[in-house]
């Protein structure tokens, strides 16, 4: 089994001195492929950004393959939520891609013929390669998505988050996308902000929920005391797959009616 | 213009002008993709702060000026490091402090007669030799920074977080790009003064940016573009006998309406087309 790659203990996050996450306790396994869910604003962002080190705690400890989130940044790949806030934004796709090979102060403007070639085996994983010479902007909201991964494919990761990737995906790509992450997944630890049970329950190896607390599932499912505790349906319902998961687990409401 | 040319004055106007577009180019493009236009205009009107100042203390132009701008922008970089696009109250008031430190010094100095308008709308027709000296190593050092970290400064302009997760010091590129900023800043108040500066500077990586695929380019067709209306304004304001710096600008403001036009034109055909 081996030590986790993440591992989080005790760990309190609060923004402008709202509580955003409460003594979160958390270990991810390698190769493992997490899902967290939970309602909006319950801090799944703020979880994976802890998580890269994007943000640091107020407490407690996080450890990202051994080590403090900031100092292997390098060899995890991010994929933010939004994705191409600037549409004018004058770069091709391959010059984002090449964005996930810059290191610190490279000193030089030219890219290598391995940061090349890293690049295109990332666009063509995607599925992009022939647009690489487009205009990011010009694309469609799922292309640009799947730039983004591209690029965090580029950097060539041992963990990979992925912040609510299938935002703009449609649902025809959605189920491709995640044929792609699961073929990822052989070398790639992956942890991902989803809504689509459908994919997490095909997919994922293991389920987080999230809401100011964290509670971890070591198995693809949703919990009674997940869907108490955390409120989880509510978002459940909201993303059009009530019916499986209500049927299942929500007991209150049985009782109630 | 060519007879023009036969007075110093005039080949120093073009030279000064010439090596303000290639500034104009490459700042204006970063300021643009990085909507730090607000930012760059505070920066251009408090450095009027710092022409007061070499005014009281006796110190040339492009020291007082380039001295209290860069402090200006270290400032204005540390307030804006958290949230580059949300700190417009505190560059406001920088702004104007900036200026109002400049009246009042230039107030405090005896006997001095301002010539204000010199500085408020550029004195191309009145660049020594020696600014034009000092102009060249600023284009310089700008030109050099730029090359060396341009990924760099691609990578944090486009998405800060990913850049910073890649090891980029985005810390230290937000003062550099605010330090680059000072610099030409000073340098274009030479050529169409401090109230045009933000003109020149945006003007042409607006019209660029929906040409280009890339930052790259859009800072060489940024700098062609400046050069263009540089050149073309003072040919203008030699020829008829007006302001050059406010000539320079308008001749920028023609460029930037047409395009609009020729976007709309364009746009407009398009949807015709896709509708028969």
Known sequence: ?257 | MIEALSYEFMRNALAAGLLASLTCGIIGSLVVVNRIVFISGGIAHAAYGGIGLAIYLGLPFMVGALGFSMIIAMIMAAVTLKARHRSDTIIGVLWAVGMAVGVILTDLTPGYNVDLMSYLFGSILAVPQTDLWIMAVMSGVILILTVLFYHDFLAMSYDEDFARLRGVPVAFFHFLLMGMIALSVVMIIRVVGLILVIALLTIPPYISEKYVPSLSRMMILSTLLSAVFTVGGLWLSYSFNLTSGAMIILVGGVAFFLSIFFDYGRSAIRTRKGAG
């Open chain 1, 1 to 257: 089994m081996g030590a986790p790659v993440i591992l989080l203990q005790n760990v309190w996050f609060s923004h402008n001195g709202e509580p955003v996450l409460e003594n979160v306790n958390l270990a991810i396994r390698k190769g493992d492929f997490t899902a967290l869910i939970g309602p909006n604003g319950g801090g799944k962002t703020t979880l994976i950004r802890l998580m890269v080190g994007l943000l640091k705690p107020d407490k407690g400890k996080i450890r990202v393959l051994g080590k403090p989130p900031r100092s292997v940044a390098t060899r995890l790949g991010y994929v933010p939520q939004n994705i191409g806030a600037n549409q004018r934004f004058p770069v091709s796709v391959l010059d984002v891609v090449l964005m996930g090979r810059l290191t610190t102060f490279r000193r030089w403007p030219r890219h290598s013929r391995k940061d090349k070639d890293a690049a295109r085996k990332a666009l063509e994983a995607m599925e992009m390669w022939e647009f690489r010479n487009r205009h990011v902007g010009e694309l469609s909201g799922g292309q640009q998505q799947r730039v983004m991964i591209a690029r965090a494919l580029a950097t060539e990761p041992e963990i990979l988050f992925l912040d609510e990737p299938t935002a703009s995906v449609d649902t025809k790509h959605q189920s491709e996308f995640y044929e792609i992450l699961r073929e990822l997944n052989r070398v790639v630890t992956i942890v991902i902000v989803c809504h689509e049970l459908m994919m997490i329950n095909a997919y994922v190896k293991s389920v987080a929920c999230v809401n100011r607390c964290v509670h971890y599932h070591g198995d693809a499912e949703v919990t009674q005391e997940m869907i108490d505790m955390y409120q989880c349906p509510v978002e459940l319902v909201a993303h059009g797959l009530p019916h499986r998961v209500l049927k299942e687990h929500n007991g209150d409401e049985r009782a109630s009616s």
